[in-house]
């Protein structure tokens, strides 16, 4: 199972991106039934949940990027995006999807987005 991360790049303060995974060589149910996330990890610090989505397409999110995040996922193309809006400086990162599912747990290799003036 391949997770590929893309969308990641530069932006100014108050800009937005939209990230996508695209996953390959996992059959429709095992990415149906998992729960797909995003997570960060900036320079010094740990590997931070930012939302994840669930089977049932219940989303959760990091408090510091509700409102200004949203997680989507498409099962039929076994994808996930993640919507960032509002970028401020402190969102610089390399952004990670991963997959969780019965059939195992994925990572990508990572995007990086930097917020900057």
């Known amino acids: 199972v391949q997770l590929v991360e893309s969308g990641g790049g530069l932006v100014q303060p108050g800009g937005s991106l939209k990230l996508s995974c695209a996953t390959s060589?996992?059959?429709?149910?095992?990415?149906?039934?998992?729960?797909m996330g995003w997570y960060r990890q900036a320079p010094g610090s740990q590997r931070e949940l930012v939302a994840a989505?669930?089977?049932?397409?219940?989303?959760n999110y990091a408090d510091s990027v509700k409102g200004r995040f949203t997680i989507s996922r498409d099962n039929k193309k076994r994808a996930a995006y993640l919507q960032m809006s509002n970028l401020q400086p402190e969102d610089t990162a390399v952004y990670y999807c991963?997959?969780?599912?019965?059939?195992?747990?994925?990572w990508g290799q990572g995007t990086q987005v930097t917020v900057s003036s």
């Open positions: 989505m669930t089977s049932r397409a219940t989303a």
């Open positions: 991963n997959l969780d599912s019965y059939g195992g747990n994925y």
């Open positions: 060589g996992t059959i429709f149910s095992v990415f149906s039934s998992g729960t």
